[in-house]
């Protein structure tokens, strides 16, 4: 026999093993309706037996430091709590459907873009950015600008080169905006004593006094008094069920002082604006400046801000000197300043770091940095997949728990370690004919697919 004929019947030999061994692993499955299909799977037997391989090969959770802010309603809660609603990336509100808690040791991802204040996120955590597409100009540096195309990118893997997504805050209500000015007065000024509504101002503000007891005698049919003292003047009323109406909306003392959603779902919330900064601000140029020692309230304004078309700034100033105060060291809350920008120049030489749309602002990473974390972390499911910390994140998953296929034939099962969902489906399925198929993926991780009841008796 020739070398030629022995190499060629070593060739037909090698190539029939190939194709007796990918036999074995060769099954027919049906996928929809009358629909059947050969795939190659090692993965073939009871769902029991492929998720008990593929358990530990399946989705880690998505998720935030517990405590950490969330936007909700009325303004800003803390994540790890069953809260009655969530900002969504289109703006409005949602009602979250799953929490989710578990212990987390690692690094976390802190993420600081301009303006907004900064957001820890396991590195995971898928967050909507756009990339940036530098334009040039022969009159002006060269800009960056975002390139407006919405994905999805784990924190870990973003730079400063990304833009983060900030919604238009949507609301329908309409009040009075003498009423709301008013409002904004005692969101500066006012605090509740008892059966008591007080306004404290400054010594320069008697004109402002008077003002603040016609509009009380007007809207809450009550007379208000006008006391001079030492450090100013201070306009008070009787009327307890305002008394108590008013702690119960806006909070007691500065530091807890927050803006009703009434007031936040303001179709034009200027007014409320305006007189929360003739108390608590002041306007130099073409910016607003409003302190505040509220973090809820400093946050709230953003919400405020976006649906007037101005995209604020915060700054957080927790200097060990503002604890000081005549050499004796204090217990001093941290200062909030919200600056809005108004009208500002159409063309500029300078970096932009905001861009406005019809659906929102894109705002431009500042800073990334990595800390170590050992502690609870959370995350919860939405009906959009969507929630608004500084910036909008993605929730838990994108799929549900379970996705069929369009005629019922077979459910797909993601693994995301929700153990109550985990026990309950592998006590439905545990002896139905599942598979692993290579085609059916998401985020690059199997799914196991299963025959439901009624196909696999």
């Known amino acids: 026999m020739s070398q030629q004929t022995q190499t060629e019947q070593r060739k037909r030999r090698r190539k029939r093993s190939k194709r007796l061994q990918s036999s074995r692993y060769k099954i027919r ?7 059947y299909r050969w795939i190659t799977t090692k993965d073939y037997g009871s769902f029991k037996d492929i998720y ?11 998720c935030v430091p517990k405590g950490d802010p969330v936007f909700a309603n009325p303004g800003l809660e803390t994540m790890g709590e069953q809260l009655d609603s969530v900002v969504s990336s289109n703006g409005n509100y949602e009602v979250p459907t799953r929490y989710f808690e578990r212990d987390y040791a690692g690094e976390l991802v802190v993420v600081k873009p301009f303006l907004l204040p900064e957001t820890r996120l396991t590195p995971e955590h898928p967050v909507l950015f756009c990339g940036s597409a530098p334009q040039k100009s ?23 080169d ?40 400054g010594h ?3 004109e402002l006094a008077e003002q603040i007891c016609q509009m009380v005698e007007k809207h809450w049919n009550v007379r208000a008094t006008i006391n001079r003292h ?12 305002l008394a108590d109406f008013m702690r119960k909306q806006f909070g007691s003392r500065a530091f807890n002082k927050k803006i009703p959603s009434w007031i936040l779902e303001q179709r034009d919330p200027r007014p409320f604006l305006e007189g929360w900064m003739q108390g608590d601000g002041f306007r130099r140029g073409n910016t607003w400046r409003l302190h505040t020692s509220s973090r809820t309230a400093a946050y709230q304004a953003l919400l405020m801000g976006s649906r007037l078309g101005v995209m604020p700034a915060i700054y957080k100033d927790d200097r ?32 932009s770091h905001v861009v406005r ?14 800390e170590k974390f050992s502690g609870k972390v959370c995350n919860m499911e939405t009906p959009s997949n969507t929630y608004l910390l500084s910036f909008i994140v993605h929730n838990c998953a994108d799929l549900p728990p379970e996705f069929s296929s369009q005629d019922g034939t077979w459910t797909g099962y993601r693994l995301d370690g929700d153990k109550t969902h985990t026990a309950s489906t592998l006590k439905r399925y545990g002896r139905h004919k599942a598979w692993i198929d290579p085609a059916y993926k998401f985020e690059g991780k199997p799914v196991i697919l299963v025959y439901n009841a009624s196909q696999s008796n």
Not at 29 to 35: G, P, T
Not at 138 to 160: D, I, V
Request: net charge positive; with cysteine; charged share 35%.
């Open 138 to 160: 022969k009159w002006y540096e060269p800009q960056t600008r975002p390139s407006l195309k919405k994905e999805w990118k784990p924190a870990g893997e973003l730079t400063k």
């Open 230 to 241: 030492r450090y100013g003047f201070s306009v008070r009323f009787s009327k307890e069920a």
């Open 52 to 62: 008990e391989k593929y358990k530990d090969k399946g989705y880690t959770y998505w």
């Open 29 to 35: 499955v049906r996928y929809k309706y009358h629909y």
């Open 357 to 370: 749309t019809s659906k929102g602002y894109w705002i431009r990473i500042k800073e990334i940095q990595r």
């Open 320 to 351: 060990e000197q503002r604890s000081i105060i005549e050499g004796r060291r204090v217990n001093a809350k941290p200062s909030y300043e919200v600056r809005f920008h108004l009208e500002g120049s159409k063309y500029s030489n300078k970096a």
């Open 204 to 206: 320069d503000e008697r």
């Open 162 to 201: 990304d833009w983060v997504f900030f919604p238009l805050f949507k609301g329908e209500r309409e009040a009075d905006p003498e009423l709301l000015y008013l409002l904004g007065l005692y969101m500066a000024e006012g605090y509740p004593t008892g059966h008591q509504v007080c306004f404290s101002l």
